[in-house]
């Protein structure tokens, strides 16, 4: 699955490479597949249903009035031009993650927080 790594820097970079360790191997039902290119910054379950890139810079889309929902302690800004893209706001790092419309985006949500939470500080 092609998947463009960002180039994060610094604490991200540690703390992005902490998650990629962190991560499930299987997430909501998916097995973790291998991403091209190979980036500690990628991880990818199925055929490409979920799709995480850490260290991304903060969302285009998301000015100080947007809307961020609260799951489990990660803050996810939903890109309004991208309905399938959700972004881990309240971190060192920025999570990007791209769930496609067989998952619940909630579900994924839940599951990835944990491992956010521990890998990336606030």
């Known amino acids: 699955m092609r998947v463009d790594p960002p180039t994060p820097t610094g604490t991200a970079a540690a703390a992005c490479e902490k998650l990629a360790a962190a991560l499930p191997r299987k997430l909501d039902g998916l097995d973790r597949v291998a991403s091209e290119p190979a980036s500690p910054y990628v991880v990818v379950w199925g055929e490409g249903e979920i799709a995480l890139r850490c260290g991304v810079d903060r969302p285009a889309a998301m000015d100080a009035t ?4 609260d799951v489990n302690g990660i803050g996810w800004f939903n890109d309004p031009q991208r309905p399938a893209l959700y972004t881990a706001v309240n971190r060192e790092a920025y999570v990007e ?22 890998a990336i500080p606030q």
């Open 66 to 69: 947007a809307d961020v929902s």
């Open 97 to 118: 993650v791209t769930i496609s419309p067989q998952h619940k985006p909630a579900e994924v949500q839940v599951d990835l927080a944990g491992p956010i939470k521990a």
